[in-house]
Each structure stands twice: as structure tokens, then as C-alpha cells.
């Protein structure tokens, strides 16, 4: 069982900077590809970053290419997601998920991740 905790939400103006951290419970966190995904209302959720556990491969959505960046410190049981040139468009729920797919063709599908988080709201106003 691995708990997510994420942190590092808010309200943004357009073109700011937020970084949210997810932390986890579980002694096997360096095993698991670790992926943020974003919910906006009546939307289906996207996967907007994801990252291997030795972080040799990194996955990003069209949508969040050069503006966001995914990291993790095994050491910390930690990933972040640091999302520079916030849009409007960036609001949404965001939820850090944990899984042990390594093969980024999986990453964008829900299915693929077996731990979620509770979520982070983040508000971008124009």
C-alpha cells in the first residue's frame, strides 16, 4: 500500500509559478513511476507529467511541454511538479498518482496507476 500526500496548491495569476510536492508513504516508493495528473470540472482527467523511477524517462502532455518540469527524490519519497507560464486553462484538481508501468504508452491512461492522491486545487486567474 503506498499513501500519497500532495501539497502546493493555490491561486496563481496567469504567467506565475507554482510547485507541488508529493509525498509517499511506502519504503518501495524508487520503485514506482510516478505521474501528476489534472482534472478540470467536467472534464476527463489528462496526465500532464510522468516520470520512471530512476528518472531516465520523463513524460510530458502537449498542453504542459517547456512550461512544466517533473522530478522526484528517491531519497525523500518525494516527486514534484514545478508548472512555470500558468494559463487560465491550467486550472484544474491536480492528483499525484504512483504506478510500476515504465512504458510512457501507458502513462496518460488512468488505469494504468494503482495509488492516487487526494488532490491539489491550483486556480489560475487571468
Known amino acids: 500500500q503506498v499513501q500519497l500526500v500532495e501539497s502546493g496548491g493555490g491561486v496563481v495569476q496567469a504567467g506565475g509559478s507554482l510547485r507541488f510536492s508529493c509525498a509517499a508513504s511506502a519504503r518501495t516508493f524508487s520503485l514506482y513511476s510516478m505521474g501528476w495528473f489534472s482534472q478540470a470540472p467536467g472534464t476527463e482527467g489528462e496526465c500532464v507529467a510522468a516520470i520512471t523511477w530512476s528518472s531516465d524517462t520523463i513524460y510530458y502532455a502537449d498542453s504542459v511541454k517547456v512550461r512544466f518540469t517533473i522530478s522526484r527524490d528517491n531519497a525523500k519519497n518525494t516527486v514534484y511538479l514545478h508548472m512555470n507560464s500558468l494559463k487560465p486553462e491550467d486550472t484544474a484538481a491536480y492528483y499525484c498518482?504512483?504506478?510500476?508501468?515504465?512504458?510512457?504508452?501507458?502513462?496518460?491512461?488512468?488505469?494504468?496507476?494503482?495509488?492516487w492522491g487526494q488532490g491539489t486545487q491550483v486556480i489560475v486567474s487571468s
Open positions: 498518482a504512483a504506478g510500476l508501468y515504465s512504458d510512457t504508452t501507458y502513462y496518460p491512461l488512468p488505469n494504468s496507476w494503482t495509488y
